[in-house]
C-alpha cells in the first residue's frame, strides 16, 4: 500500500514492529460521539464464578453480585472518515472469516 503526496509521489506504508504489542482479549465495547469525532473504548469482560452446589446458593450467589466490572483495554478516537475506513476492514475481515468457515468447516458445527 501506499500513500499519494500532495506533489504526486507515492510513499510506502509499511507496518513495523506490529508483532511486537501484546494481544488483548476484547469482548466489550462502548462507542460515543462528540464533536464530530467516534470514540470507541474496547474492554474485556470476565464473567464471575459461580460455584454453588445447588441451583438455590447459585442464584444467591447470583443475586450478591452487585456488578461485573469491565478492564478497559484501550480507548480510540475516529474521524468520521477513518471510522468508515475502519467499518469497511472490518466488514472485509468478516466476509474473510464466514469463508474461511465454508472451505474449511465451522468447529461449531462439531459442538
Given at each position: 500500500?501506499?500513500?499519494?503526496?500532495?506533489?504526486?509521489?507515492?510513499?510506502?506504508?509499511?507496518?513495523?514492529?506490529?508483532?511486537?504489542?501484546?494481544?488483548?482479549?476484547?469482548?466489550?465495547?462502548?462507542?460515543?460521539?462528540?464533536?464530530?469525532?467516534?470514540?470507541?473504548?474496547?474492554?474485556?469482560?470476565?464473567?464471575?464464578?459461580?460455584?454453588?452446589?445447588?441451583?438455590?446458593?447459585?442464584?444467591?450467589?447470583?443475586e450478591a453480585i452487585q456488578y461485573v466490572p469491565v478492564k478497559p483495554v484501550v480507548r480510540l478516537a475516529f474521524s468520521p472518515t477513518r471510522l468508515n475506513e475502519l467499518i469497511s476492514i472490518l466488514q472485509i475481515t468478516k466476509e474473510n472469516h464466514e469463508a474461511q468457515g465454508k472451505v474449511f468447516g465451522d468447529p461449531r458445527d462439531n459442538a
Open positions: 500500500m501506499a500513500t499519494e503526496e500532495p506533489d504526486g509521489v507515492a510513499v510506502p506504508i509499511v507496518w513495523v514492529g506490529a508483532d511486537d504489542l501484546p494481544v488483548y482479549h476484547a469482548n466489550q465495547f462502548v462507542a460515543q460521539v462528540s464533536n464530530g469525532e467516534v470514540f470507541l473504548t474496547v474492554g474485556e469482560m470476565v464473567p464471575p464464578a459461580i460455584v454453588g452446589a445447588t441451583v438455590e446458593e447459585r442464584r444467591e450467589q447470583a
